[in-house]
């Protein structure tokens, strides 16, 4: 019988803190996660971000462990416990495809990023890489690097861009989650939050009733199948008709109140 009492999945962006630049994290959350640590409960971060992407902002609140990159990495207490990535060749046919397509990419790794100069650049993927900048992250890695290859993907598209066979073409190792206004992620098509959650859950004997997931958008669904319970932030009024529990917004104590209801603490 494991002496943890439950484990609870977090989202980060709308979830933990705020999806700004600012990433604002209320106290309430700060104790929230304090005390439940304190009552003997497990708590990990799982991420469509590579753990490159989970900075100090995260790191400092003290999670036990990270499922990043849509379950294609993940660490507990440090140590690197299982990683999964692309073949060179599938990472080259996908950079081509993204250009034929017209789309704007970012590739990600647990250790590095990628841009595609050959590519347009609209304003999502603009953003990402003048907030990149502004963290002193190494925004000059480029698609035509030798070392280039990736664990999953980002698109911004609009109407110039040939969605539909972009999503032919990525079938075969890549499922398209949809962020909404012109945006997508590519998760590897056998890896997904749930899946380091199912690994997760197994690593530390614990059963899937043991398991909460919190978050605020849809791509947080595959977190919620691999929960026991789960638990739609206020802020997030498209997962809110999936949650088994809705709690308070980001702003309002959201994540204080789901975890005290549960009795985290």
Known sequence: MSMHKKIMFFDIDGT??????????????VKALQLAHEAGNLLYVNTGRPVINVDADVRILG???????????????GQELFYHTNTKEICLDMANLVRECNAAPLYERRDAFYFDPECREL????????????????????????????????????EKTDLERFKAGIAEHFVFIDRGYGFGEMAQKNYSKKT?????????????????????????????EGAGTSIAMGNGEKLIPYADYVTADLWHDGIYQAMEHFSFF
């Open 16 to 29: 933990l803190m705020e999806d700004s630049s600012s990433h604002y994290v209320p106290d309430s959350t």
């Open 63 to 77: 999670f036990d462990g990270y499922i990043c990159g849509c379950g294609s990495y993940i660490e507990c207490n």
């Open 123 to 158: 304003e999502f993927i603009k953003i990402i890489r003048d907030t990149f900048q502004m963290q002193e992250k190494n925004v000059w890695r480029s698609v035509n690097d030798p070392d280039f290859s990736f664990d999953k993907f980002v698109i911004a598209y609009d």
């Open 196 to 224: 380091g959650m199912d690994f997760v859950l197994q690593y530390h004997a614990l059963q899937k009733s043991d398991a909460y997931a919190i978050g605020d958008s849809l791509n947080d669904l595959p977190m919620f």
